[in-house]
């Protein structure tokens, strides 16, 4: 069930095989220059942050906090991807948005071809400090989806180039929690895990994969962070290619392609 998402791209041929590396991604869509240039992009899937307006009229647009406000409104964000192949992943900053945006994402159904995933930070990780939504809260309010949609379900986290990073990643206890939350699902869940807390992590995320063919990670580098790309080799030499994406820039993505080892 992992593989999912790259079934679409091979069939559409944008990638050849079932490696996730391959898959590329645009961050922030949250305006409407920045989907514009999304759509006429190379990427495979367009992520953008939700969260409810902070005024009237009180509905769902494409913002990351602290910013209250956007120039565009999820219904009209989704009316610019309905018209190509692309996958789009929703993230959400706000429990209020969440239902409201579910029943504005039901109703272009019909016209979405590319894959949907649904992104919140549903439990505190490593250095977090900003509050997560709460888990059960928000998958009730995500309620039933299509067969094919990826919960994209993370942990809260910090890094910081004066804290000695690598000694905390992310703990038994943090991935048996994320287990408890998803182990009775249904759906493809992957979770997305930034990639300068990874070093100490391996064998946690090892096993969290293993708890079912239904789960993949999802390795995302923060503005500020800093970390030894080699240290991302780990996880694509000793795991399913089919199950470890790599939320990168164009510019990681490369250094990580052409390190001794990658293939």
């Known amino acids: 069930m992992s593989e999912q998402t790259l079934d679409y791209f091979i069939s559409k041929r944008q990638i050849q095989e079932r490696d996730a590396a391959n898959i590329v991604w645009y961050h922030a869509a949250n305006s409407k220059s920045k989907i514009a240039e999304a759509l006429t ?7 953008a942050d939700i969260l409810q307006r902070g005024h009237e009229p009180k509905e769902p647009i494409m913002a990351h906090p602290p910013e209250t406000d956007s120039d565009i409104t999820l219904r009209e964000w989704l009316k610019e991807v309905v018209i190509s192949d692309k996958g789009i992943k929703l993230d959400f900053k706000s429990l209020q948005a969440v239902a409201p945006s579910m029943a504005l994402l039901e109703e272009v159904r019909g016209q979405l071809s590319g894959p949907v995933w649904i992104n919140a930070d549903i439990l505190p990780g490593p250095g977090g400090k900003a509050t997560p939504l709460e888990a059960r809260a928000f998958l009730e309010a995500v309620g039933p989806l299509h067969p094919g949609d990826v919960l994209s379900l993370g942990w809260t986290t910090g890094w910081s180039p004066d804290a000695d990073n690598r000694v905390s990643g992310y703990s038994w206890e943090m991935v048996r929690e994320m287990e408890e939350v998803c182990g009775a699902l249904k759906q493809p869940v992957t979770f997305p895990v930034r990639a300068a807390l ?20 999802t390795v995302w580098i923060g503005q500020s962070d800093r970390l030894v790309m080699e240290d991302l080799l780990v996880y694509r030499q000793k795991m399913d290619k089919s199950r470890v994406y790599y939320d990168l820039l164009e510019s990681q993505s490369n250094t990580f392609r052409n390190l001794p080892g990658y293939s």
């Open 198 to 217: 990874l070093p100490q992590s391996f064998p946690q995320l090892q096993w969290l994969l293993q708890q079912s063919e239904r789960y993949s990670l």
């Open 41 to 47: 992009s190379s990427a495979h899937m367009i992520e």
